[in-house]
């Protein structure tokens, strides 16, 4: 390696880590803000947060990554061009491009290294990450109960609280309980409504007390009858004071470490990405057509299909096909289509919301597979926006080069963004959503290297005037 390839190379190293780490301290930090409430008042030790910090890292490369690419290039080349290094690279017959060589070699490397990092290392740690959220929302369950949401507590109590008081939170409004049975386990088949609560425990006790005041207890009856069943009985009780005391024995001896079964599209590598969505999108595709079948099959046609057609003359001149029956057997005729159609609208607004979250589910899966081919281009390109827009504004350090880059990565990056929550809602193809934003930087790395190359600025001012004054001088 040349001295010159070696001094670049060595330059953009050390600001790259230099970057790399002051980026990844602040994605880490806003991370702990988003998750506080969770880790907040568990008396978790401090092994725990920081496994939990370590498992959450890995999936912030995808932010960091490009991110610190684009700001060392910007601040390298930037200093370059400042303390007029690339002029003498340039008397001395030395071009951009050759300047650049070994840190387009680095950066290939570097993307190739991303590629297999998002295809390997970020879906064992989602798991791992995804597997201990869950293990530490079992611990201390009566702080996980948040203000507008449901929160599980154990396998039987689902709880959701209007607003929670008091100097501890013991004191909760309007509550909502779903709550499962042993002999029930497929269903929330008991609700229980109250106006107001409070959690008590004595200390040192495995028992917590919620006492609710002033509600309704709701329980399906589940029959075996069919005809009963569509009469959707249930008994209901009024209650003034009614308490319910959950075994927090099991809670206190959570296993941080416990594995979970769990399923995520950014636990999935790429081969098992593209077995998922063969398989969601064939279970898809025979769910339409089921579906299809029975609301071909309600509508009675079937049952027409192999009958010989009624001859024209064989019966009477009518309007409507009720005209062949009498006043009240027409009222029950229409009374039994209105209820038909009503029924059939329903279900079809049912399948239409079921069907909406699989192809919500199949699009995320498939952008799952696309980030991970993107997260390696997307250093590339990124790097040579940065290389050639630092060289063009000649000016280093951490001021205006980092005020450009984050205006550039933000810009990229709620590009993706909307364009994938676009693809989730099915507005968008995934593979348009998951590569629009790195489509879009792809001409602007283009444009500028070829500026920078020709030693052109952003915006030529004298020549965009003289062609201005150009044009008024052809209408004289």
């Keep these: 390696m040349k001295i010159l390839d070696r001094y670049i190379l060595v330059t953009f190293l050390k600001t790259f880590f230099s970057v790399f780490i ?39 490369i995808p932010l960091v990554l490009p991110l610190t690419i684009l700001v060392t290039s910007l601040m390298v080349f930037g200093s370059f061009s400042e303390k007029y290094e690339f002029a003498a690279m340039k008397s001395t017959g030395i071009s951009l ?3 650049m060589r070994s840190l387009t070699v680095f950066i290939l490397v570097l993307a190739g290294v991303a590629f297999l990092f998002a295809n390997n290392v970020i879906p064992y740690s989602e798991y791992k990450w995804q597997n201990l959220r869950r293990n530490i929302a079992q611990v201390s369950p009566s702080m996980i109960i948040a203000e507008g949401q449901f929160s599980q507590i154990g396998d039987d109590f689902n709880i959701k ?11 909760l409004n309007d509550i909502v309980i779903h709550q499962k049975k042993p002999s029930k386990p497929n269903g929330n088949y008991t609700v229980i409504i109250a106006d ?64 979970n079964e769990l399923n995520n599209h950014n636990m999935y590598k790429i081969n098992e990405l593209f077995v998922e969505i063969d398989s969601l999108s064939n279970s898809y595709t025979r769910d339409i057509a089921a579906f299809s079948e029975t609301m071909y099959t309600r509508t009675g ?24 029956y009498e006043t009240k057997q027409q009222a029950d005729i229409i009374s039994l289509a209105i209820t038909n159609v009503r029924g059939t609208i329903q279900a079809v607004k049912g399948k239409k919301t079921e069907f909406h979250i699989k192809t919500k589910r199949i699009n995320k899966h498939e952008i799952a597979l696309h980030e991970k081919y993107v997260l390696a281009l997307a250093c590339i390109i990124l790097f040579f926006v940065g290389a050639p827009l630092g060289a063009i504004i000649r000016k280093g350090g951490m001021g205006l080069p980092m005020v450009v880059a984050v205006l550039l990565f933000l810009t990229y990056h709620f590009i993706g963004i909307f364009a994938k929550n676009s693809a989730e809602d099915g507005t968008m193809h995934p593979f348009i ?23 052109q600025g952003i915006f030529d001012i004298d020549s965009f005037m003289q062609r201005i004054t150009g044009l008024f001088k052809k209408k004289e």
């Design 433 to 455: 959503a998951s590569w629009l934003s790195t489509a879009i930087m792809l001409p602007l790395s283009i444009w500028l290297t070829y500026r920078a190359t020709t030693d």
């Design 22 to 60: 002051i980026l990844m301290f602040i994605f880490v930090l806003q991370t702990i803000w988003l998750y506080i409430n969770e880790l907040a008042g568990k008396d978790l030790d401090v092994w725990v947060v920081l496994k939990f910090l370590w498992y959450v890292s890995p999936r912030l």
């Design 161 to 171: 609280v209007g607003k929670k008081s008091g100097d501890r939170d013991q004191f």
């Design 301 to 324: 046609v079937t049952k027409f299909s192999g009958e010989t057609p009624v001859k024209k003359d064989s019966i009477k001149p009518f309007n409507l096909i009720t005209d062949l």
């Design 97 to 99: 491009q050759r300047a």
């Design 196 to 259: 107001n609560g409070e959690l008590a425990s004595q200390e040192g006790s495995n028992t917590l007390s919620l006492i609710l005041n002033d509600g309704n207890y709701y329980d399906d009856v589940q029959v075996k009858d069919i005809k009963k069943q569509l009469r959707k009985p249930f008994a209901k009780s009024y209650f003034e004071s009614y308490t319910i005391n959950i075994d927090l024995t099991k809670f206190n001896d959570t296993d941080i470490d416990k594995e």
